[in-house]
Nanobody
Framework: QVQLVESGGGLVQAGGALRLSCAASRSFVRFNVMGWYRQAPGKQRELVATITSGGSSNYADSVKGRFFISRGNAKNTVYLQMNSLKPEDTAVYYC???????????WGQGTHVTVSS
């Protein structure tokens, strides 16, 4: 069983920055797509950003130009650099990874990000 382990959440003031990290528990695993989703209190989980194994990235309109997703050299890690944070970015952020050939989809346990005004 593959587990995704997230780190890097916390409390930050508006305008600040945080970097989230996510790593798979098995080093040999290669994911087709990795990404970040978030869920604010009382809201549905939404996509933040995704990145393919080839490096193509996709962002939610609300974070474009502020958040940047990248993958580590090992390809089983993913990062989310969050700049110019706003109170509306407050949410639990979840790492997601997909292996398409076996239709496998994995989720991390979530990391809290709180942006104070």
């Amino acid at each position: 069983q593959v587990q995704l382990v997230e780190s890097g959440g916390g409390l930050v003031q508006a305008g600040g920055a945080l970097r989230l990290s996510c790593a798979a528990s098995r080093s040999f695993v290669r994911f087709n797509v990795m990404g970040w989703y978030r869920q604010a209190p009382g809201k549905q989980r939404e996509l933040v950003a995704t990145i393919t194994s080839g490096g193509s990235s996709n962002y939610a309109d609300s974070v474009k130009g502020r958040f940047f997703i990248s993958r580590g050299n090992a390809k089983n890690t993913v990062y989310l650099q969050m700049n110019s944070l706003k109170p509306e970015d407050t949410a639990v952020y979840y790492c997601n990874a997909t292996i398409m050939v076996v239709a496998a989809d994995y989720w991390g346990q979530g990391t809290h990000v709180t942006v104070s005004s």
